[in-house]
Every structure is written in structure tokens, then in C-alpha cells.
Nanobody
Framework: QAQLVESGGGLVQPGGSLRLSCAVS????????IGWFRQAPGKEREGVAAIKISLRTTDYANTVKGRFTIYRDKNTVYLQMNNLKPEDTGVYSC????????????????WGQGTQVTVSS
């Protein structure tokens, strides 16, 4: 059974950095994709970043390009977030699957429980 566990969220001031981790078990990462998604209160879930593991290609939402980096190390996929803004606040979740469009959440099969990121002074 696939299991994804996120960690690394917290409270950070604007301009600060956080690194989120998505530990994956019970799932073969090769030929799959891992995506990071976020949802703010009252807003729809948004695809933030995704990586196709075997192709080593990445996709980013326009709102985070140049500030966020997604990368993989063994069975963990990280999301390095720099220059954080208040609008980055939300619950961040990672997902695993075989999406055609990596930033579309409904194309993923397995999800973690999420970790809260709050950007505030």
C-alpha cells in the first residue's frame, strides 16, 4: 500500500524559506510522478510543482516559478520554497501517480495527509 508522509511545514515570515519533504513508501517511484499541491482556506486546490521521476522533468505553477524547486533524493521528494509570500499560505500535500498533466490533482492516485505552511509577519 502506497504511503506518502509530508513534513517540514510551519510558520515563516515573508521572504523566508522552508523545505517540505514527501517520504514515499510502498510505491515504485520509477516511471511515476510526484506532485505538490496546496489549498488555502476558501480556495480551490492548486498544483504547485511536479516532477516526473524517470524523465527528470519538472513543472511549476507560474505563481512559484523562480522561488520553488522540486527535487528527489531516493524515496523522498522535496519542495524547497524560497522568498515566501503570504499568498503561499495553505495546506501543502504531495501526491503520487502517473498523470498526463502533472499539475492536475485529479490525475494522481495516492495522497499524503498534508502539512500546514503559514507565511505571516
Amino acid at each position: 500500500q502506497a504511503q506518502l508522509v509530508e513534513s517540514g511545514g510551519g510558520l515563516v515570515q515573508p521572504g523566508g524559506s522552508l523545505r517540505l519533504s514527501c517520504a514515499v513508501s510502498g510505491f515504485t517511484l520509477e516511471n511515476s510522478a510526484i506532485g505538490w499541491f496546496r489549498q488555502a482556506p476558501g480556495k480551490e486546490r492548486e498544483g504547485v510543482a511536479a516532477i516526473k521521476i524517470s524523465l527528470r522533468t519538472t513543472d511549476y505553477a507560474n505563481t512559484v516559478k523562480g522561488r520553488f524547486t522540486i527535487y528527489r533524493d531516493k524515496n523522498t521528494v522535496y519542495l524547497q520554497m524560497n522568498n515566501l509570500k503570504p499568498e503561499d499560505t495553505g495546506v501543502y500535500s504531495c501526491a503520487a501517480g502517473w498523470p498526463t498533466i502533472p499539475l492536475l490533482g485529479h490525475e494522481y492516485d495516492y495522497w499524503g495527509q498534508g502539512t500546514q505552511v503559514t507565511v505571516s509577519s
